[in-house]
């Protein structure tokens, strides 16, 4: 079946420091989603990408599609504080949705 | 807008008991969805409806787990008998489509199992 791996599994960053998440399918995906869950909560949408090669950018986010369609990023600049949370790529064959293992990101003030 | 909604929040059973999650997907929503999330891993789907027909359940224990969505709106997911192993979160989500867009999740369900 699909498997999506995520790496790094934990990473513990200082405040300002840049931040980076991969993902990487062993299929072709149709799309690949984000997400990101705050300690004791459930996760929240960050972002779909769904061309190759497509780059898109929230704030301090930005979020790469590989041309293959088989990998993708995250990269937080200049994390802060409110960044904690463990973000999950989910990659799309047809309709199903598997998630990655996530990322779990800590920012020490 | 409502979310979705699930219930209970929390459920604490012995092994070999049975349990029952219910979720009410967002209005307007055809596919519902339900994953499995053990501490310190993603999200693992379990069961994927399109209305009320099943997409996907090729991970689902069925000789113990069972999921109906019978009008094609709220869903119950059912475990019988419960194993120590599935002391999870069960997240229950919803999108318009089954191929595109974001999936809005529920606060979810923590099942304890001893």
């Known amino acids: 079946g699909q498997q999506v791996m995520q790496i790094p599994q934990y990473q513990h960053v200082q405040e300002g420091e840049d931040f980076t998440t991969y993902c990487n399918s062993s299929?072709?995906?149709?799309?690949i989603q984000w997400y990101k869950q705050r300690p004791g909560g459930h996760p929240v949408f960050l972002i779909q990408l769904v061309k190759s090669g497509e780059v898109k950018k929230q704030k301090r986010l930005t979020f790469q599609f590989g041309e293959a369609k088989k990998n993708s990023s995250l990269h937080i600049t200049a994390t802060q504080t409110t960044d904690v949370g463990t973000y999950f790529c989910?990659?799309?064959?047809?309709?199903?949705?598997?998630f990655g293992k996530g990322t779990m990101l800590l920012v020490s003030p | 807008e409502a979310g979705v909604a699930q219930s209970p929040r929390y459920k604490i059973i012995e092994k070999r008991q049975s349990v029952a999650f219910w979720c009410n997907p967002i209005?307007?929503?055809?596919?519902l969805y339900w994953y499995q999330q053990i501490l310190g891993q993603g999200p693992k789907l379990l069961i994927q409806f399109q209305n009320n027909g099943v997409v996907d359940d090729s991970q689902l224990p069925k000789d113990r787990f069972s999921a109906e969505r019978l009008k094609g709106v709220d869903s119950t997911l059912k475990i019988q008998p419960a194993k120590l192993e599935d002391s999870a979160v069960y997240l229950c989500a919803s999108s318009l489509g089954a191929n595109t867009g974001e999936l809005f999740f529920g606060e979810g369900s923590r099942l304890t199992v001893l």
């Open positions: 989910a990659g799309r064959v047809l309709s199903t949705l598997t």
């Open positions: 299929t072709t995906l149709s799309n």
């Open positions: 209005s307007g929503h055809a596919t």
